[in-house]
C-alpha cells in the first residue's frame, strides 16, 4: 500500500494582510487620508476605515478624519466606537458635516443613551423639509427614543442563540420558514455568490439582490446552506416567505420593477410549478406586499401593503378565501395593530388567539420590534404587547416564527454581537429565574475628545447614601452597568476619573494598552473559530494565546507600550497569518488591522507560501518568516520520500516577462533555502507561472495579493 503523509497540520503557514504603512506612507496622515477617500467616495466603508484610522491616530485633532472614522465605523455596524469618534468631531466642529446630528443620535440611540440621541435628533429635524420621509423618519426615532426608558425595564427570561456561521454571514440573513419537523429552512439573504462578485462587489447591501437559499438541520448543528434555484427567479430581488409544513407549498415574494407581490408555486412530481399570483385582490400594480401568513386551515389570509390610504407606511390587511378558492378583499385591521409607521410579518400562533408581528410604531425602542396582541372574547384584537428585552433590541427584530410543539421562536434581528446585518436566531425560555430588575448603564467620555476615559463609577442609594456597587471603566470603551434588585427608588451616580489613564496621554514603556480585533475568512468574511498568539518579536517566544470566539471570531490581549510584537492567527484548514506591530510610547497601536482575512486551503497537498516572504517586486527571503520554512525543512526531513513542486506566482503589475522572471526567482529563493539546510536538490522542482494563474481577479490592492505567493505541492 502506498504511504500517505498530511503534513498540514505540521506545518505553519504563512497568510497575513498588507500593513498599513505598505498602503500610505508610514507617519503621513494625508497619505492614508488619501486612500481612505477613495473608498468612502463609493461609500466603500469596510475598506475606508483601516485607513481612517491611521489618519486619525496620527492627527486626533482633525475633525474630518474622527468624522468620517465614525461613519464608517458606524456603518460597518459598531455603534460603540462609532460615538466616540462622532463625540470628538463635533466638539471640534460642530459644523464638520450637515448630518454629523443625525449620526451621533444614531450611535447615542443605539448605545441605550435615549435622552442623549433625542437633542441630536431634534437638532437635526431643522434641516428637514416636513413633508419629506427623512423628517419623518426622525420624529419616529425620536419616539422610540422616548419609548426606550420604559421598554427596556420590561426584562423576559429568553436565551437568545445564533444559528451559527454556516447559516449566517456578514451580509444580512432573515425571513426563514420551515418544514413540519424543523429540520429544513429556506430563507433569504443579500450575499455574494461568486469571487467575482466579491471583488467586484456594490458597496451598499441594499445594491445586491435579495435571493433565497436553504440549510439542513443535521447532528444538532445547522449545516452549510445552498442557493434555492427553482421555482425563485435568478435576475430580481426575491425573498422567502412561507413553506408549507409538507414541504409541497411555497409562498415567496418577487421584486416586479420596484414594486413586490406574492407568488405562489407547488411541488408536484418532484419539480416545482410556474409561479402564480397569490390573488389580485393583494397584489398591486404599484405598491409592495412583502409579507403574508395563512391562518384558519387556509380560509384567512394576513397580509402587508403601503398600500395608500392605510393607517401608515405600511399596514396589515385581512382577508378570506371566497366560494371561488381565490382571496377576497383586504380589510385594513384598524389603527389597534397599525400605527403611522410600518408594521410587518405578522404570525398567528396554532390556536388562533395570537397575532405576533413586528412594528417601528407603539412602543418599539429603535426599528422594528416583535409585539403580539391577543384575541378578545368579541373577536377583535387587543391592544399590542412589546414581547420585552432581550427579544427585542434598539435594532430590526422582525420576522418571528415559533416553532411547533416547543416554547420558543426563530427571528431576524440585526442586534450587535452577530455575524453581520441582519442574522436569524432562536429564542427560548431561559431556566434562569429573572427577578424584577433595572438596568443602568453609559459610557464615561472626555468631554474635549469624546473618547473613552478610565473611572470609578459608584451608583449610590439618595435615601440611605448607601453604596450599592462599584465598577470600573477602562479605556477600550468606557462603559459601565449596573443591575438593581428592584424599582422605585432614588439613584446617584458617582464618578471619580483616575487622572493619570484618563486620555489619551503620554504614559511610560510597559504601561498596559490592549490590542484587539476578530479573524475571519478572507472571502466570505464570516468569523472563525481559531487561535491568536501574541508573540515577543524580540525573543519569537510566544507569551499568550487566546481561542478566539467562534460566533464572532474576536480576540482580546493587553500589549505594553514601548514593545515590538508579532500577532500570529491560525484556524483549521487556513493559512496562517502574521502581523508585526509596534505600541509606541504613548500607548497607540501602529499599522494594527482590527479585521484578520485568512485564506483556505482549497487543494489537497497544497502548501501555499504567500507573498509576505518578500518585499513588493523583491525575491529575497525576509527574517520574520524563516521560522515557517524551518517547519517545512523539518517534516522533509522526517518524511524523506516526500518531493515538493514549488512554484512562483506573481499579480499583474508589470509586464509578463519581468513577472515570469520574478515568479521563477522567487520559487528559486524558497528551493536555496531548503537546500542549504541539507534538502537535496533533486527532491524539488521549481517553476514560475508569471501572472498567468491569479487565485483572484487583480482589480484591487486586496485581491493583488493573494496572488502574490509561492506555491508548495506535494508530489505524490
Known amino acids: 500500500m502506498k504511504q500517505r503523509y498530511v503534513i498540514i497540520g505540521i506545518l505553519s503557514l504563512i497568510c497575513f494582510l498588507p500593513p498599513l504603512h505598505g498602503l500610505a506612507k508610514e507617519g503621513n496622515p494625508k497619505s492614508a487620508y488619501r486612500q481612505a477617500k477613495k473608498y468612502y467616495k463609493k461609500s466603500d466603508f469596510v475598506k475606508a476605515t483601516p485607513f481612517l484610522k491611521a489618519a486619525y491616530n496620527l492627527d486626533p485633532e482633525n475633525a474630518k478624519y474622527a468624522y468620517m472614522l465614525g461613519r464608517s465605523v458606524f456603518e460597518g455596524n459598531d455603534p460603540a466606537s462609532a460615538m466616540s469618534y462622532l463625540v470628538a468631531a463635533y466638539n471640534m466642529d460642530q459644523k464638520i458635516a450637515e448630518d454629523i446630528n443625525y449620526y451621533l443620535a444614531r450611535t447615542m440611540h443605539m448605545n441605550l443613551l435615549f435622552d442623549e440621541a433625542i437633542t441630536y435628533y431634534q437638532a437635526d429635524l431643522q434641516r428637514h423639509d416636513p413633508d419629506t420621509w427623512l423628517y419623518q423618519d426622525t420624529k419616529m426615532r425620536i419616539i422610540q427614543c422616548q419609548n426606550g426608558p420604559k421598554t427596556i425595564k420590561r426584562l423576559v427570561n429568553y436565551k437568545i442563540e445564533n444559528l451559527g456561521e454556516y447559516v449566517n454571514t456578514s451580509y444580512p440573513e432573515y425571513s426563514s420558514t420551515f418544514s413540519d419537523d424543523y429540520q429544513y429552512m ?3 439573504t443579500r450575499r455574494p455568490r461568486t469571487v467575482k462578485q466579491i471583488a467586484r462587489r456594490k458597496y451598499h447591501v441594499e445594491d445586491i439582490n435579495e435571493e433565497v437559499y436553504e440549510a439542513r438541520f443535521v447532528s444538532n448543528a445547522w449545516r452549510k446552506s445552498k442557493l434555492f434555484i427553482k421555482p425563485i427567479p435568478k435576475w430580481t430581488h ?56 395563512i391562518a384558519d386551515e387556509g380560509q384567512t389570509l394576513y397580509w402587508v401593503s403601503d398600500k395608500p390610504n392605510g393607517n401608515g407606511m405600511k399596514d396589515m390587511y385581512v382577508s378570506k378565501k371566497d366560494a371561488n378558492g381565490e382571496w377576497g378583499p383586504g380589510t385594513n385591521m384598524g389603527d389597534i395593530i397599525n400605527t403611522p409607521y410600518d408594521e410587518d410579518a405578522p404570525y398567528l400562533s396554532a390556536d388562533g388567539k395570537k397575532l405576533y408581528f413586528s412594528s417601528r410604531g407603539h412602543n418599539s425602542m429603535g426599528g422594528y420590534d416583535l409585539f403580539v396582541s391577543n384575541k378578545l372574547p368579541d373577536g377583535t384584537w387587543g391592544k399590542p404587547e412589546n414581547l420585552g428585552i432581550p427579544l427585542n433590541s434598539v435594532g430590526d427584530d422582525i420576522y418571528i416564527v415559533w416553532k411547533d410543539g416547543a416554547d420558543g421562536f426563530y427571528f431576524s434581528s440585526d442586534r450587535p454581537g452577530g455575524f453581520g446585518e441582519k442574522d436569524i436566531y432562536y429564542a427560548s425560555p431561559s431556566t434562569d429565574a429573572m427577578p424584577n430588575t433595572t438596568i443602568v448603564a453609559g459610557t464615561i467620555l472626555d468631554r474635549e475628545t469624546g473618547k473613552p476615559v478610565v473611572a470609578e463609577v459608584k451608583l449610590i442609594d439618595v435615601a440611605t447614601n448607601e453604596v450599592l456597587g462599584t465598577t470600573n471603566t477602562t479605556l477600550l470603551d468606557g462603559k459601565y452597568r449596573f443591575v438593581l434588585p428592584a424599582c422605585g427608588a432614588e439613584y446617584r451616580i458617582d464618578v471619580k476619573v483616575d487622572q493619570e489613564n484618563a486620555g489619551p496621554v503620554a504614559t511610560t514603556i510597559g504601561k498596559y494598552n490592549v490590542v484587539s480585533g476578530r479573524i475571519t475568512d478572507a472571502v466570505t468574511e464570516v468569523p472563525l473559530d481559531g487561535v491568536v498568539e501574541l508573540i515577543d518579536a524580540e525573543t519569537e517566544q510566544v507569551i499568550d494565546q487566546m481561542p478566539t470566539n467562534p460566533r464572532t471570531g474576536n480576540y482580546m490581549f493587553p500589549v505594553q507600550s514601548g514593545r515590538k510584537y508579532l500577532i500570529r492567527a491560525k484556524s483549521n484548514e487556513y493559512l496562517t497569518y502574521y502581523e508585526e506591530f509596534n505600541v509606541a510610547p504613548s500607548g497607540q497601536l501602529i499599522s494594527h488591522y482590527e479585521d484578520i482575512g485568512l485564506q483556505k486551503l482549497t487543494e489537497a497537498n497544497k502548501l501555499v507560501i504567500t507573498w509576505q516572504f518578500f518585499d513588493v517586486d523583491k525575491h529575497l527571503i525576509k527574517s520574520d518568516y524563516i521560522k515557517d520554512l524551518e517547519n517545512v525543512v523539518t517534516v522533509m526531513n522526517k518524511v524523506p520520500n516526500m518531493k515538493l513542486n514549488i512554484i512562483g506566482h506573481t499579480d499583474s503589475d508589470a509586464t509578463d516577462e519581468h513577472n515570469q522572471e520574478l515568479s521563477e526567482n522567487r520559487a528559486r529563493a524558497v528551493a536555496k533555502y531548503l537546500t542549504d539546510r541539507g534538502i537535496d536538490p533533486l527532491r524539488l522542482n521549481i517553476s514560475g507561472m508569471g501572472e498567468s494563474m491569479p487565485l483572484y481577479p487583480n482589480t484591487t490592492i486586496e485581491t493583488k495579493r493573494w496572488n502574490r505567493r509561492v506555491e508548495l505541492y506535494i508530489i505524490e
Do not use: C, H, M
Open 186 to 188: 429556506i430563507y433569504t
Open 238 to 293: 426575491d425573498a422567502s416567505i412561507k413553506l408549507s409544513q409538507n414541504g409541497t407549498t411555497l409562498i415567496y415574494y418577487v421584486d416586479n420593477r420596484n414594486r413586490g407581490d406574492v407568488y405562489v408555486s407547488e411541488l408536484k412530481n418532484g419539480e416545482w410549478t410556474k409561479r402564480k399570483s397569490i390573488g389580485a385582490n393583494i397584489n398591486t400594480k404599484e405598491y409592495n406586499e412583502p409579507s403574508v401568513f
